[in-house]
């Protein structure tokens, strides 16, 4: 009975300690977290500011690329955006003729294996008719021994054999 106590006072000793140590840590590490909580605030509203900026700047810019809001801009202003957008079709030129040279060069190679493949199958072609011409040329050469070994001799009048002699 005493062991058993002295079991659960060690089980609950062990456990009660776990528990405690658990406690004490989310209770500091809350702590710390709403200490440094006013930094963050800061801090995020430091980034969010940041990135308003950043979504209106490019908003503002798409509406220029797309024509629109050109009014309060400058003569120079129209003018780099005028090179931007030369640059952009520069650019976008450039990679469309890319994939058309890439595209060009893929379509040859097909062509390129289908014209070998072509040539190869027009050779097989040749070497069939070849191998049936001359099938046939056997053939008919087969037929016209067997036909005159099985054809009966014209008879002669002066050959009669086994007839009457005259």
Not at 88 to 93: E, T, Y
Not at 150 to 157: A, G, R
Request: with cysteine; net charge neutral.
């Amino acid at each position: 009975m005493k062991i058993l106590y002295m079991i659960l006072t060690c089980l609950s000793y062990n456990s009660m300690e776990k528990t405690l140590e658990r406690y004490e840590r989310h209770y500091y590490a809350e702590r710390h977290l709403v200490a440094t909580e006013p930094e963050s605030q800061g801090e995020w509203s430091v980034e969010y500011n940041r990135l308003k900026a950043k979504v209106e700047l490019l908003q503002k810019n798409h509406r220029h690329y797309m024509g629109e809001d050109l009014d309060p801009l400058s003569l120079k202003e129209l003018q780099n955006l005028e090179q931007q957008l030369d640059t952009a079709v520069k650019h976008i030129r450039a990679r469309k003729n890319q994939l058309l040279n890439e595209s060009i060069s893929e379509l040859q190679r097909k062509e390129k294996a289908i014209k070998e493949q072509n040539a190869m199958l027009a050779n097989q072609i040749k070497e069939r008719e070849k191998t049936v011409a001359r099938q046939s040329q056997w053939g008919q050469q087969d037929n016209g021994l067997n036909t005159s070994s099985f054809v009966l001799p014209h008879q002669h009048p002066s050959l009669n054999i086994g007839g009457i002699y005259q």
